[in-house]
């Protein structure tokens, strides 16, 4: 493994030091993390303006998206950026189609952001390594848990919690503090809320309510997080049974207004959805 870890930091040596200038660059400052929740149905994004915000999910399809001070988008799925994903990750997904009609081919969505990380140099994309040599860009930061010597590696260890490096949530959560961030709230994260749900905003669906499903989720990530940072997620209409929480009226100061999600997304993101077979998202 130390040869391993040589070979990384010698070829990686300039997107290493790309993370290393990340370093409490938004200290003492508060910073939103958007998941992709069905809550988000129900919020105007425009209520989250006034702070930094950290993507982990498809927020950046969201008609609004322009709205937020979107400075971060974390995917960090292995392959996700490379036309390798769909041929080798066949059988997790929804699509039952051949591993053979799929080779060397990307997936919609992934497509859709390779082209979106080219038009937007203002963000800052956080990708598996796996991406490298399919994907450099100024604005791209490739992350590996097998990379001990990465910034963010170092935290996941100091939380207790590398089983989770790579999961889009904890991920941007640890990216969050390693920014500087003292202050994060959760928005769209529904699985943190009491009762929970399923679904997403972009989808047609109806969401089901959950009041056992996930009322331990991240239980053990949330409680070392909390030692370096507050965190606050931001509920429909419940509470939550392992962070802070605030529910939207009472954290913005105005009503909740449903949207169907064909008002929150252009014709052509919602074909995007639609085609990402691998998903099976319900548009």
């Not at 990340?22 to 209520?47: M, P, T």
Request: glycine content about 4%; proline content about 3%; hydrophobic content about 35%.
């Amino acid at each position: 493994m130390q040869v391993i870890d040589a070979l990384f930091k010698y070829f990686l040596k300039g997107n290493f030091n790309k993370i290393i200038k990340l370093k409490n660059i938004h200290l003492n400052e508060s910073c939103y993390i958007f998941g992709d929740g069905v809550s988000i149905k129900y919020f105007d994004l425009n209520k989250f303006s006034n702070f930094t915000s950290i993507s982990s999910g498809k927020i950046y399809l969201h008609n609004d998206f322009s709205k937020l001070k979107c400075k971060y988008v974390v995917s960090c799925d292995p392959l996700w950026l490379t036309p390798f994903f769909l041929s080798i990750k066949n059988k997790y997904g929804s699509d039952p189609l051949s591993k053979n009609r799929k080779f060397l081919k990307y997936d919609p969505l992934s497509n859709h952001l390779k082209n979106f990380i080219i038009q937007h140099q203002d963000i800052n994309f956080i990708t598996d390594i796996s991406s490298l040599l399919f994907n450099y860009s100024k604005n791209i930061f490739h992350i590996s848990k097998y990379a001990k010597q990465f910034p963010l590696n170092n935290l996941f260890f100091e939380l207790n919690s590398h089983n989770y490096f790579g999961q889009t949530l904890p991920t941007s959560i640890c990216l969050a503090i390693y920014l500087g961030f003292t202050n994060i709230y959760l928005v769209g994260c529904d699985y943190t809320h009491f009762p929970s749900r399923n679904s997403h905003w972009f989808e047609n669906q109806v969401p089901n309510l959950y009041y056992k499903k996930h009322i331990d989720y991240m239980k053990s990530f949330f409680d070392n997080a909390k030692e370096f940072v507050n965190i606050k997620t931001i509920t429909l209409d419940g509470s939550s049974k392992n962070i802070k929480y605030e529910t939207y009226e009472k954290f913005t100061n105005s009503k909740t207004k449903y949207k169907n999600n064909n008002e929150l997304l252009t014709k052509e993101n919602l074909n995007i959805l639609s085609t990402s077979n691998w998903f099976g998202y319900k548009t």
